[in-house]
């Protein structure tokens, strides 16, 4: 949760911020008698954040309308080359472990 650097004035700082809105809890730091925000800060803060996430979600449904198609054909094709990129990987080492077999067979003074 909130540690005492991550606290300025009452409120959380730092990579914690959004923990302390989610679960509406304030940092406890010392600056306050009761160690953390009044619920007043607590529901500001929690609007905040909420407001962030709706904003979050209402542009993803926005660029998923102008574009999603597009991002669609750009998935299926990085995953086609993933997939084909893995497929040469294994043949390759197919081969590699032929050629090891057969190189262990002359070292070895058999022959096919």
């Known amino acids: 949760m909130c ?5 300025h004035g009452g409120h959380c700082q730092g990579n914690q911020m959004q923990d302390c809105h989610q679960n509406m809890g304030g940092c406890n730091c010392g600056q306050s008698d009761s160690g953390k925000m009044d619920k007043m800060e607590e529901m ?14 209402k542009i993803k449904a926005k660029l998923e309308a102008k574009i999603g198609k597009k ?40 022959s096919e």
């Open 3 to 7: 540690q005492e650097n991550q606290c």
């Open 44 to 57: 500001k803060e929690l609007v905040k954040w909420a407001k962030k996430s709706l904003l979050k979600d």
């Open 71 to 110: 991002m669609d054909q750009i998935a299926d094709l990085a995953v086609e080359m993933l997939v084909s990129k893995m497929e040469m990987k294994k043949q390759k080492m197919v081969k590699k472990q032929e050629f090891m077999m057969k190189m262990e067979s002359v070292m070895k003074g058999k």
